[in-house]
Every structure is written in C-alpha cells, then in structure tokens.
C-alpha cells in the first residue's frame, strides 16, 4: 500500500516567506530607543510661566531661587512622575535648598543619546573653573574628577567609551577632589524619564571641611532632568542639603551649592558641544 503524502498548504518557498515576515513583525515589535519620540516644546511643560519669566529662562543665567526655610519648588516642570524628583529632595529634609531652570537654544536638534553621553564622561569635569569671591581669583572647582569602582572600592577607573544605546538606568561611583572639601565621593544615577534624562547626585561620605563635617552621608543631593525640546535643551535643576546651624553660620551653604551646581551644567554643556 502507498503511504499518504502529506499535504503542506504552503510550499517550501511560501514557507521561507512565512519565516521572513513572522521574524520582521518581531522585530517591528520590539522597543527601539528614539523611535517615536515626542519632542515637546517649552510651553507643553511650562505653560504656567509668563513671558517675562520665560525670557529669564532662555537667558544665560536662567531662572533661579534659594531658601533656608520651607522647601517650594516654582519651576517644576509638567510631568508624570515629579515625585522621583521631589520625594528624594523632601526625604532628606534640608536645610536649605536651591532651584534652578533655563532653556540653552540651539540650532539643531540635540539626541538623547549625546546627553547620557555627556553624563558619563566624569573626567570632563577635572579643573572647570569658578569665580572664589573669597580669594578673589578664578580657581578649579574640582582639582580631579574621575570615576570608582564603587562605594566599598574606591579605586580609579577610566571613563567608558562612547554608548551607542541609553540603557533605563545606571549607576555611577565618583570621586570629586573638591577645592574646599577635598576628596568628595558620591554616587550618581543616570534614569531615562518621560522624553529626558534625571541625573542624581548624592553623597556616600561625609563632606568636610577643616576638620568639621559639613554634610553627613547621603544628606547632600543634587539633580538635573534635562530634555531636548522643539527649539533647545531643558535644564531644570534643584538641589539641598541637611547641615547643622553651626555650619549654615559659618559657611554660605547655597551659595557653595550654587557654584557646584553651575560648574555641573558648564561640563555639560560643554561635552554637548554646543
């Protein structure tokens, strides 16, 4: 007796086809960083501000503020999870905190990806300068500036090579020889949020100063949510610390936070090239 055939309803070629098309719908199917990404524009997040206030905004200074009573944040952008930014802030209960917020235009449209790079290249803030009111001079801020292995291992390490992708989070271990402090060590967090990236940095060790402990571990945090917009990049920044009145006395607290801050944003800048 002859076996059946079996019937195949398509042929060896159709089935190739088939393969073909089921592997690009997977692909199709998977997240692809950028793709489809909403570009907002100043207003979209900040339709609250006045024009006044947003020509502040686009000006090199920018908008800014400082307290050392109730923390109130007047720039907070229109966002989903403004409690990623807030609650680190307000858990740390600081004495005093600083606020800042200001639009870089820019020509052309400013990737992502170059932002995150930016992020990781710690060496790039080794001897960025500031104005010492104090010795009336232009001094590095950072006198060295590199990246450690992490919180328990403190050795150097080279900054990576340039990604080619932004993973959702990351976690960087720094050491910052810091002109008033000296070596200073914090941690930083690297998040891509909403159409941007949140930036935090925090102290693993105790800040001091002389031989006084000016911030305690993780009593010190500094954030940035920076977002390329229609015609610029976002720079939204805020940032406190919990010190003694001993020290809020002695030291002018935000404004040494201030120039920190400054010096931060000029190294981004700066690696973005713009």
């Not at 960083?33 to 206030?53: K, T, V, W």
């Not at 930016?118 to 232009?138: M, P």
Request: charged share 20%; hydrophobic share 40%; proline share 6%.
């Amino acid at each position: 007796m002859k076996k059946s055939k079996l019937f195949l309803p398509f042929s060896i070629e159709s089935g190739q086809i088939f393969r073909a098309s089921l592997a690009l719908l997977i692909l199709c199917a998977l997240p692809v960083a950028g793709q489809n990404r909403q570009i907002h524009s100043f207003e979209d997040l900040y339709p609250f501000i006045d024009e006044s206030q947003k020509k502040e905004v686009y000006s090199p200074a920018g908008l800014f503020t400082s307290s050392q009573k109730s923390i109130v944040l007047q720039f907070l952008p229109s966002l989903n999870f403004l409690n990623e930014i807030t609650d680190p802030l307000f858990k740390r209960d600081p004495s005093f905190f600083v606020e800042s917020l200001k639009v870089i235009p820019t020509k052309n449209p400013v990737e992502l990806l170059a932002i995150y790079n930016a992020f990781r290249n710690i060496r790039g803030l080794k001897g960025r300068l500031y104005r010492s009111h104090t010795r009336n001079e232009t001094i590095p801020l950072f006198e060295d500036a590199t990246r450690v292995e992490s919180q328990k291992k403190n050795n150097p390490i080279p900054d990576p090579p340039a990604a080619l992708s932004i993973p959702n989070s990351e976690v960087i271990y720094i050491r910052l020889k810091d002109v008033n402090f000296g070596n200073t060590f914090y941690r930083a967090d690297i998040n891509l949020k909403g159409q941007g990236i949140l930036y935090s940095l925090s102290n693993f060790k105790n800040l001091s100063y002389l031989f006084f402990t000016v911030v305690k571990e993780d009593r010190f945090l500094i954030q940035f949510y920076i977002e390329p917009l229609t015609d610029g990049i976002l720079i939204y920044s805020t940032a406190g610390a919990d010190v003694s009145a001993f020290i809020a006395s002695k030291v002018d607290m935000p404004s040494a936070v201030k120039k920190r801050v400054d010096v931060i944003l000029a190294w981004i800048i700066d690696e973005l090239h713009l």
